[in-house]
Nanobody
Framework: QVQLVESGGGLVQPGGSLRLSCAAS?????????MRWYRQAPGKQREWVAS???????SYQDSVKGRFTISRDNAKKTGSLQMNTLNLDDTAVYYC?????WGQGTQVTVSS
């Protein structure tokens, strides 16, 4: 059984930064799989934010390119999402995902 646990969310002012983390546990060969981050804002559908493949290739939603950076540490079975220059539209619950497994989400609120 695989579990994902996100952390690092919080309240931040526009222009600020946060770093989200995702820790995997259970019987998973973490390094073999693509890790993705998604987010869901109030009243909206969940949307893909960023991905990092087993080989370290990254891709981003256009709205976060240049501001967010996804990374992973296969030895520690963790992933991260560094979020800079946050704006009001980044307010959402952020989820990490591997295969069909989802974390519980962590709230990010950008507000002045």
């Amino acid at each position: 059984q695989v579990q994902l646990v996100e952390s690092g969310g919080g309240l931040v002012q526009p222009g600020g930064s946060l770093r989200l983390s995702c820790a995997a546990s259970g019987t998973i060969i973490f390094r073999m799989y693509t890790m993705r981050w998604y987010r869901q804002a109030p009243g909206k559908q969940r949307e893909w934010v960023a991905s990092i493949t087993s080989g370290g290739s990254t891709s981003y939603q256009d709205s976060v390119k240049g501001r967010f950076t996804i990374s992973r540490d296969n030895a520690k079975k963790t992933g991260s999402l560094q979020m800079n220059t946050l704006n009001l539209d980044d307010t959402a619950v952020y989820y990490c995902n591997i295969l069909e497994v989802w974390g519980q989400g962590t709230q990010v609120t950008v507000s002045s």
